[in-house]
């Protein structure tokens, strides 16, 4: 498998996950007693970062590795787009999480997730987007 394949499966791979969380997991989150939400993440957690690390690690070094092959309007876009969605996962997600496993987050925190989470939503569905229209012959 080349890397541009295996960019575009990874892509794919975050994009069906992001909406998976944002249409699913993250609203679900509301309808759980505050025990049983703090119990369940406790096992989510883990069990979600050994699928979405590896993914975005992945992706990391791929467009990396195309921005140091080239700099063009995709490498460089492309890759701000993964740095966008670290940043988002690792400033606004990562905290909120650990609201939750500390059993110190509120209604708001949970709702947040879903709001907030349109953003890497709206990130990684983009970058598929145009990975998929970049890899088109012409």
Do not use: C
């Not at 499966?9 to 993250?26: E, M, P, R, S």
């Not at 876009?77 to 939750?100: C, D, M, N, Q, Y």
């Amino acid at each position: 498998m080349n890397e541009d394949s295996l960019r575009l499966l990874l892509d794919f791979g975050l994009l069906v996950l992001i909406w998976l969380v944002q249409l699913v997991i993250y609203p679900s989150f509301l309808h759980f007693q505050k025990e049983g939400l703090v119990g369940w993440h406790k096992k989510y957690t883990p069990r979600i970062t050994f699928i979405v690390l590896p993914l975005m690690l992945g992706q990391l070094m791929l467009y990396g590795s195309l921005l140091q092959q080239e700099k063009t309007v995709y490498s460089i876009g492309s890759f701000t787009l993964v740095l966008i969605a670290w940043l988002l996962t690792f400033t606004v997600f990562v905290p909120r999480h650990k609201e939750i496993s500390a059993n110190s987050y509120s209604e708001k925190t949970l709702s947040q997730l879903v709001t907030y989470n349109w953003g890497r939503t709206v990130v990684w569905t983009a970058l598929f987007i145009w990975n998929v229209l970049i890899q088109q012959p012409y």
